[in-house]
């Protein structure tokens, strides 16, 4: 089992940046896929990003490519959102997921376990 903790989220402008970060405790974090969602008010979670074991792939929603980036460091049990160019439609609550086995690219019904969310608001 894996505990996932989200930090990193808060109020920034249209045009601004946030890095979301993603602390994992438990069994070993380089075994895990990993990924970030969101939820906006009123809609569903949706995929964002996810990313492989190593770190040598990642994927993403066709809206936030070449805005998004995500990245781990497994010495340090660490997943990374770096969110720049930021729009107001990206304001939600922030998620970190982990799938235990499979392909790296997974959706929510997929993902095995999740932190509690953070919150990034932008505004116009």
């Known amino acids: 089992q894996v505990q996932l903790v989200e930090s990193g989220g808060g109020l920034v402008q249209a045009g601004g940046s946030l890095r979301l970060s993603c602390a994992a405790s438990?069994?070993?974090?380089?075994?895990?896929?990993m990924g970030w969602f969101r939820q906006a008010p009123g809609k569903e979670r949706e995929f964002v990003t996810t990313?492989?074991?190593?770190?040598?792939?990642?994927y993403y929603e066709d809206s936030v490519k070449g805005r998004f980036s995500i990245s781990r460091d497994n010495a340090k049990n660490t997943l990374y959102l770096q969110m720049n160019s930021l729009k107001p439609e990206d304001t939600a609550v922030y998620y970190c997921?982990?799938?235990?086995?499979?392909?790296?690219?997974?959706?929510?019904?997929?993902?095995?376990?999740w932190g509690q969310g953070t919150q990034v608001t932008v505004s116009s």
């Open positions: 997921a982990a799938r235990a086995s499979g392909s790296y690219y997974f959706t929510t019904d997929q993902a095995n376990y």
């Open positions: 438990g069994r070993t974090f380089s075994s895990y896929a």
């Open positions: 990313i492989s074991r190593s770190g040598g792939s990642t």
